[in-house]
């Protein structure tokens, strides 16, 4: 039986058990007494006697590094249709009146532009936009909130951590799928907009001392939401995905709707989150059916849904393991898992091994991000000019497939390939023959011309 950490409540986290927690009332304690908490000192430190005279002591050197962030990740404007180039036009006049109103307690954020972003199958996902201005607001809480909290994490959390990645969560879970035959592949229906408010401020309040910071929140979670054509519509649940603070307030949502409650209900069990997207190892089937009745009657009590069709049982089929079942691969985060040949390479048997590749999805999205971008359809420019232009979204794109199995990359290979002869045929008013010995030329001349010549796995081209 697993010892209670120093960290741990004393009761069921979130739904009925944070007010009466031990830490919480250690929290309470230090407010009682007078004396500054944690995050409190941190606020004090560095600030001039203007600054810490103020009712929320933030200083303008924090409001400068948020600014630079968020200028950094770039991104649209919001309902107001500033862009961050406007906003950099009166830059220190925006500056003050972030910083001013968040230390005067006067600061309340504009509604939050919907939009709708293809998901792929037809389905789309609403990623709500917040203003330039309120994602610099966003982002001074959450430099301030995420050091307080990270240290809580479970270490099985991935997404949106500092020192934490996509790639190293797929690594992970290759090697569980190795030791465990059985995977609950766990999808949680419209996480982002079913998160309970009162729940979710719960959460905060525990870990986070700060009136100001708590009001803050608040008010972000409250803020309405405007569609495209004009419509305002008031907001009762949920985070808007797309807000700055909106991955750390969603991890500590999970960390005890989920991470918290599999420690003290199935310890032991191995499992990988990235944000909503997890991946539970199990050494039966039945124990794969168990936990995803236990874990849906739990995410019921945090105002959650397990999708119906999506969490699926899956068997990880491989040389070793011939069991007949029907489920056989599953996807983690644009990997798909499945029985594929492996080569050993110091006698070079060929095997069966349970193995991650870039999904047939994520190629789907990369390709229909290409052809929406409309660069190919550009006949004016050289074909340097549309090596420019494709490469960072290439580049991009390889850097995190070519992780595991990079010989399923040839796929994309090929298709890009194609896509640029079939563009050296339309400029240059070619048949598709001599498109592809043009290409040719090219590639032999400079090898290093596109991308994804550069990964040692040529298409037709190269």
């Not at 809480?141 to 790639?167: C, I, W």
């Not at 599999?262 to 310890?267: G, I, K, L």
């Not at 990880?316 to 492996?342: E, H």
Request: proline residues 5%.
């Amino acid at each position: 039986m697993r010892k209670p950490h120093k960290h741990d409540s004393s009761d069921a986290p979130l739904r009925g058990g944070l007010t009466g927690s031990s830490d919480e009332a250690a929290v309470t304690a230090v407010e009682r007494s007078g004396q500054p908490g944690t995050a409190e000192r941190c606020q004090l430190e560095g600030k001039t006697n203007a600054e810490q005279s103020r009712t929320n002591a933030i200083s303008r050197e924090e409001v400068e590094v948020a600014w630079r962030r968020v200028r950094a990740k770039g991104g649209t404007g919001g309902v107001d249709g500033e862009s961050i180039k406007s906003f950099e036009l009166k830059l220190e006049k925006n500056l003050y009146k972030i910083w001013n109103r968040m230390t005067s307690g006067s600061y309340h954020p504009r509604a939050v532009l919907r939009v709708e972003i293809p998901k792929g199958k037809g389905e789309t996902r609403p990623l709500g936009i917040p203003t330039v201005l309120d994602r610099v607001a966003q982002e001074v809480v959450r430099a301030r909130l995420e050091p307080v909290v990270e240290k809580f994490f479970h270490r099985n959390s991935y997404g949106y951590r500092p020192g934490k990645s996509a790639p190293e969560a797929v690594k992970v879970c290759r090697e569980m799928c190795w030791k465990y035959d059985w995977v609950l592949d766990v999808d949680i229906q419209k996480f982002f907009d079913t998160i309970d408010h009162e729940l979710m401020k719960k959460a905060v309040e525990k870990h986070c001392p700060d009136s100001w910071m708590r009001l803050y929140i608040d008010r972000w979670l409250k803020a309405p939401v405007q569609h495209q054509d004009g419509r305002v519509e008031e907001t009762t649940r949920g985070t808007p995905q797309g807000g700055v603070i909106s991955p750390l307030l969603a991890n500590l949502y999970l960390h005890y709707a989920f991470d918290a409650w599999m420690e003290r209900s199935f310890p032991g069990t191995k499992f990988e989150r990235y944000a909503d997207d997890i991946v539970i190892h199990c050494k039966s089937k039945e124990q794969s059916e168990s936990i995803e009745q236990a874990l849906a009657g739990r995410l019921k009590e945090c105002g959650l849904t397990l999708h119906p069709e999506k969490t699926r049982v899956v068997y990880c089929k491989d040389g070793a393991r011939k069991g007949l079942y029907a489920a056989k691969k599953f996807t983690f985060l644009g990997y798909t898992f499945q029985p594929r040949s492996a080569r050993n390479r110091r006698t070079a048997e060929v095997f069966t091994r349970f193995l991650p590749a870039v999904g047939r999805d994520a190629e789907k999205k990369f390709r229909n991000s290409i052809k929406q971008s409309g660069i190919l359809k550009l006949r004016s420019w050289t074909l340097e000019d549309l090596a420019k232009q494709l490469n960072p979204r290439i580049r991009g794109w390889y850097q995190y497939f070519s992780h595991f199995y990079q010989s399923a990359l040839r796929r994309m290979n090929d298709w890009l390939d194609r896509a640029i002869a079939g563009w050296l045929k339309q400029k240059y008013a070619l048949n598709p023959s001599s498109a592809w010995l043009l290409l040719r030329r090219f590639a032999k001349s400079n090898r290093t011309l596109f991308e994804h010549w550069r990964f040692g796995l040529p298409g037709r081209a190269v």
